[in-house]
């Protein structure tokens, strides 16, 4: 079989991997100077490489679009036998307490370096700078760019070429919108704040009545607010983001208790500290600095004591830790990783063997389908079974 993968990505990678190891003839095609570039990037340059969740009905719900297509895929590729398949070529990953995994070596360029052993050791030809133009039917295969060949795998990412390509062959693309981005948020209380954290913050986001909610660490930025919290928010809302240009209200639990609780603990503190000025010492684990902002928000005098503070500014200081609102005004600029909502239309694939319904021979993988999970290696891994379950077939003409 001669098969050529447009891409040369984490998806597009272990397509032609797998593929040429079961004895297909192999061309990887990428437009740029440069392959694995996102896997060379991610995770702070690590490379969070999958998620130690191994059981496929709890594993789909981390994709915000293709829970239902990824289960029976996952059923037959999941992060187990990524570990296994890394382990087998000699790297070797760990657990963090958070379940993202990582080489033990904690660089990115282990990743990289074994998808470049193994597809060189399988007979892979690369072919660097090297854009498709055009892709048609033949009546023995797909020709691209007036060359022939039995299977085509469309593995760019979420780049408008690489869909205009799958366009040519009579697929519909579903629109695309940006995820896993941080929020714009210019407020008085997160002024001179960058950098500032809270693990445990609960999130609401309200966008034009849709209504989304997350927990988990909150990171305070120059320009408003990221973190894991965040950037899951921004997942599984993209679509309504993109709908209200990226503007929202958002009502922020910053230390993950309720309303009442936060009560009791200000009244204990009352009980036990009355004679402590209210800003002199954080509360609730919080940054000094932060919780200063809170008190200041509302409206407690600096002079205010434990045993000074009235029910009605109790109720206002609880608010601010609780229900703090923000206002969403925009979505953090594009860096180098990111993940893009939409793709092929997966009505138009046989997720079996992430092959098209419309067109024998061709295959679409990784996000160039419209597939995309949160932040933790959950877009890695649906590289990883994507490419596996498409190579696996391209290499019998499945």
Known sequence: MQVLVIGGGAAGFFAAIT????GARVSIRESTGQVLAKVRISGGGRCNVTHACFDPRELVRFYPRGERELRGPFSRFQPGDTIAWFAERGVELKTEADGRMFPISDDSA???????SAAQQAGVTLELRS???HIARSDTGLVVDDHSYDCVCLATGGSRPGHALAQELGHHITPLAPSLFTFVARDPRLRDLAGLSMPHAQVHL?????????SGPVLITHWGLSGPAI???????????????YRASLSLNWIGCSEAQASETLHQLASSHPKQGIATRAQFGMPKRLWQALVRAAELPDTTTWATLGKAARRRLVSELTACPLRVTGKGQFKDEFVTCGGVDLSEIDTKRMASKLV??????????DIDGITGGFNFQ????????????????D
């Open 19 to 22: 593929a040429a190891e079961a």
């Open 110 to 116: 282990t990743i990289v370096d074994c998808l470049r």
């Open 131 to 133: 854009p498709v133009r």
């Open 206 to 214: 309200n966008c034009d009545g849709a209504r989304f909610e997350q």
């Open 231 to 245: 950037l899951r928010l921004s997942a599984w809302a993209a679509r309504e983001l993109q709908a209200t240009d």
């Open 360 to 369: 024998p021979g061709f295959y679409v993988v990784g996000e160039a389908l």
């Open 382 to 397: 649906n590289a990883w079974t994507s490419g596996y379950l498409a190579g696996s077939a391209m290499a019998v003409g």
